[in-house]
């Protein structure tokens, strides 16, 4: 055991603070509104080679691990920065270890955004896919089959965005628009996507958990100032028990987050250990999204109330935070089908 | 980073079950549970004179040359077969702080003497108007030649009735602020003016109620400093809140719910498991349930890198006990109307194991800090909000 982590990653972590403390500052984010896409800042981001990194070398990446990106990804969700980085990621990562080298052609320097769809198609369409409206590549199942569909590069955003509670770049994709390629089928195009959608749960439950503790930050300090009844509010009891409570959650968020990014770098069906009664990492990365979910939400929920009248109002940041922290998850559907899911994943039938 | 929680005394468990297997009376653990009174002094006197108790204790103490990681897998698979050690766990806890603050006399008398097993040491902070506020305590004593007067009453003096002697919060001086005039000592327990009266709790537990009229000690029964008790309650406490083992030992209760649900089915036939809220629930438990083992090990990895896991033992345990508590009462919803079923009725789903867990979890929240202290205690030093609590 040793939760600390290693010089290089200590160094992608600090590198990423500040590449997302001076890209994405809250004026860009406000600026991006309401689509929720800064072009800059997503070429600026592919500069900085965090799009590829995670795809093996020979697919043009740098073989990094899970929890590196996992430490991106926190830093991405500190500054709500507006690009889509969990989706992009997870599309990436599914081409290359789909073989699917053309297609990754032109994504690793940002100039083709891939995403992928959360839902199979319905109605000769993709329903509300994440990035959809600016993304040129979509992977999508369909139960059956696992296939790409590409659009011609051309002005973001493709299609009229729809505008929603989390400004994000959502938009349906109909099935033919862009050039069709088959990745795979059958129980090989099941792993696959199913990994895709590990990835992705994985990288939202860090970018919520960098969210929540950004949300943490704006409520404290905003107890600390905020005086009534002579005192500041972060002096009433009501107030420091909830704090502690969003805490101490956020703590093992962030832990579960950490451990279900190593359970994915280390898994290998020969060495599990059914003895210690350690989750295997599907199940973690279920676990890490459902928790990131929950105690973002509720940390932007209370720090926004502790907010007062000013919580309400477009001025303060609070609300930008609160917003996401609703909307991000909810990308996948009701988090209440994610919770029947992982049942059956962490009591498995004997 | 490494999430292997490798379990250390892998190679030890084999042995500790043999050992359990040979020794360990069947009918211990249900006297225990019956009496709830969670210490055996069969096993105690066993365990001592094979020198188990002494293992890894430094050897002019008392210490044994016996193998401390057998020890401690001993200890465990005792835990695993239903039985409790609170006597040897108490008594551990004041050793190593006499250890830390005793004179060499005392760690001569007092050590030697428990890991012999003759020793049983019992805690006496807590008092009728004092719980988490430990320094509150009124229990005087009062200085008398080489002798100290003791009079006052504790509460949840667990094990009391068992023990040989009670380790003591005293309030020694009320001229200063409260935190000042605190003396501990260790007080034999078969002496005049003692008197032991039997508590019950709802999960079962006999606890006991202390008084002490004119109870005469000498000073060399004083542990640390005279008014200098509030730093030995520093180091004791310490002691206190660094945890126990997360090892599993067969299923957990919530997978033997799920279990139980998989082939239990409603009165319109459905089965239980396929209920989308029962699902929900367990799910949510699994998580709670690895949020808190991932906290309770960032504590032990704190605690093995040389640092007083304080901030966070405190945010582990208060996690762990609310979380418990949650898991208790589903897990009794999920079981539906028989679930309310003790042991004794012959027929509880899962042998009353749920509500005996209910039971038994209440105190949780309240014992070891209660969650509200462990709320200050995160807010205060974590979050750097201002103290609520008066200082004295």
Redesign the interface.
Known sequence: ??????ED?LAVQAAFAEFFDKEATVERVRAAEPLGFDPDLWARLAGTGAIAMGWPEDAGGDGASH?DLVLVAEQYGRRIAPVPFPESVAAGCLLARAGATGLLENIADGRTLPTIALSPPAGGKLRLVPAGAVAELVVAFDGENLFALRRPPGQRPHVPPSPNLGSSPLADWPLDDGERTELASGPRAVQLYADAVADWKLLTAAALGGLRATALELG?SY??ARKAFGV?I??F?A???R???L???G???Q??T??AA??RD?AHPDTA?P?????DAA??AS?AF??NADCAFRTARECLQFHGGYGVTLEYDIQLYFRRAKAWPLALGDP?RE??R???L??P?? | ???????KLAEYRQQAREWVERHVEEDWAEQQRVSGSYHTPELHALLAEQGWLGAGWPAEYGGTDNDPDLAAALFEEIDTAGLHLDGWITTTMICRTILHAGTEEQKRAIVGGALRGKVLIVLGYTEPDSGSDVAAAKTRAERDGQEWLINGQKMFTSTAHMATHVFMLTRSNTEVPKHKGLTTFLVPLDGPGVEIRAIHTLGGQRTNGTFYSDVRVPDSARIGPVDGGWGVMHVALVFERSGASGR?SGP?L??RV??WA?QARRDDGTRVYDD?TV??R???I??EA???R??G??T??VAASGALPGTEGS?AK??SAESAQRQHWDLLDILGAEAVLRREAGDAPLDAAVDEAFRRGVVGTIYGGST?I???I??ER?????R?RARS
Request: charged share 25%; aromatic share 8%.
């Open positions: 055991m040793d939760l600390s982590l290693s990653q929890l404290v107890v600390k500041i972060g002096s009891q107030v420091q028990h704090l502690a409570d805490v101490v959650a703590d093992g968020a832990l579960l950490y451990e190593w359970a280390t250990q003895d210690t009664g350690q989750p199940a973690l676990m459902l928790f209440r919770y029947q992982l049942a059956d962490a009591y039938e004997e | 980073m490494d999430f292997k929680d490798v379990d599993r957990t919530a997978e799920a279990h998989r989308p699902k929900e367990l799910a949510r699994a998580i690895e949020v808190s991932l906290l090990m960032r032990a990895w945010a208060l996690f509200e462990m709320r200050e995160v807010a974590v979050l750097g909000l201002p609520v």
